[in-house]
């Protein structure tokens, strides 16, 4: 009988390094693989000569690629075509990530000896590390090769992952399998997933990441236009006159970052705060320089950072119903606006905007990422940081964004205070940006309702508190009826609420005959609103088929400008549009790139990285025409430069919210 392993009763840790003290190799295939797990056996694997034959072969799992990913790369392996530049994202990615979790957590000396073995293990050949992308993949199977000719293989096969807790301290199920015949059939099932045209091999990229502090990479040629040597010398020259000028750059002088640091330790020492910036390389400096300071809890996320949404996870777990250990809970979250939308970030009720960007709506966007459902908070602070006197001289920055809260404030309503001396400026706050224009010209500013709805609910949830536990325990697909008389304009039918796959918010408003009334999501908001005593009616027979149209509409609607391209203006949109036009014309001649049709399939189904869309802005305001915007697109993918891809943990389905029958008696009057 084998035994069974559960890290209560007997641990696998213990009994795995004993075995590894007499194996001459070994194959590991995990789904999961952390620095604290490899260390407590890394020390086991530092005699082995490397090579074919004595060396520890370590296939991950790890995260699902993202479903429409994995579905195009199967589509590929039917017919033996590969797509190099994608082979080379996924590498490129999955080895960041892997950075990402061995630093998990606070570092120590010990981690960054352990990472220092690990990638001298790799060098020599000890190790090997392939990632298995065909499928999700979750296997736990440990292997080791044996000189005894009687037992020549041992296998541990079962629940746990090449972590500490996994290998230690959480339970688990293992069984160790020592028939001969089991152990060569796991053998085979193991080599053919090694062998795979799906399992790369991330080794050297992994050591890079190890041993570098930074890298390079070679632009493309095409990106040498006429005239760039010229302009690249005036740049140097500027810059470099206003290095000598300026001197070493103290960080212990740098005033604005002090008065951050002491917002942090002395007026808000125990809160969590969550800092915006537009540029990366500052989200970098201050996590590093506060860091420095003893502020600990602190982390950077940017458009750069392998996966925004662990750090979210991290630092507000609670909003997103996430369990995270004390030690990796961050409690100062600096982010460029790669966090600005799309994230639950409700733990935290004080923000920080450490530079203001022109786009005013990014602001409010900020703003709403914490004043969202979930809030626990009594009110939300934001924290605005204002430049030196003279400065603002030459560039009456705080003139200019007073300007342009007052233009927006048809726009916004409610009276958040973005300075301390506001005043009467005016409203802030509700949002929504189908009144005025006066956003129309801004760079991929794209806004939502979200804050406008909270309000709704606030009002709600003042009025009657019972609704704070009623609303959120209704069931999915919930549904009634109201009075209503309709008009040729806004004519009878059913409200819809719904998620949809991609997990974009939407509403829908159908009439009698499933045909859309509106589009516009401001209108189908307001035209729910009711008086809380307001009586609810019988459905109308056809409310579920309505509602089903509903739902038709929004997914057709979300296909046909790509999810959240965002606005027309936006770069997204604009890049999306002009491409998928010039690769229409292509087909069909020499002309056409398969690599330029996977580059439109990632921008219709993810955000552009903030660098790309600096740079995509840039490119269209100077009128460059289709073949170049591709040529940049093609150069920014190559370089894994243009989306942010995020991992699924599974694939979602459509989700119906609830649902509002809009309907009056057939004599036509109100019921």
Known sequence: MPRIFDNIDLPLLPTLKETLEVSTRADFCVGYFNLRGWQTIDGLVEPWLGGDGARCRLLVGMQPLPQDELRAMLSLASDDVVDQATVLQLKRRKAEEFREQLAFGAPTNADEAGLRRLSAQIRAGKVVVKLFLRHALHAKLYLLYLNNPINPIVGFLGSSNLTFAGL??????????LDHDACRKLQRWFEDRWTDKWCLDISNELADLIDSKGRFKWLPSALFVKGLRRDLVADARTLTAVLDECGAWDAGADTKLTALYRLLTERRPDDKVLVFTQFADTARYLAMQLRARGVVGTASVTGESADPTELAWRFSPASNEKSVPPVDE???????????????????????NYDLPWAIVRLIQRAGRVDRIGQQAERILCYSFLPADGVERIIRLRGKVRQRLRENAEVVGTGEAFFDDDGD????????????????????????????????????????????????????VVYSTRAYVGTPAEPQGVLLYMRSSEGNDALAWVDREGRSVTESQLTILRAAACAPNTPAMPGHPSHHELVRAGAAHIVAEEQRVGGQLGRPSGARFRTYERLKAYADTLKGTLFASQELEKAIGEIYRYPLRQSAVDTLNRQLKSGADDETLARLVLALRDEDRLCLIHERESEQEPQIICSLGLFADTDGKAR
């Not at 961050?330 to 920080?352: F, H, P």
């Open 330 to 352: 961050l409690r100062v979250l600096i982010a460029t606006d790669v966090l600005s939308e799309g994230q639950n970030l409700q733990d935290c009720a004080i923000i920080v």
């Open 425 to 476: 400026d005016g409203p802030v706050l509700d949002l929504y940006n189908e009144k005025a224009g006066i956003l129309d010209g801004d760079a991929d500013t794209e806004v939502d309702l979200s804050s406008y709805a909270y309000q709704i609910w606030k009002n709600a949830i003042d009025a009657d508190p019972t609704l704070r536990k009623t609303i959120p325990d209704l069931p999915p």
């Open 168 to 177: 230690k301290k959480q339970g688990e199920l293992n069984v160790d399998v």
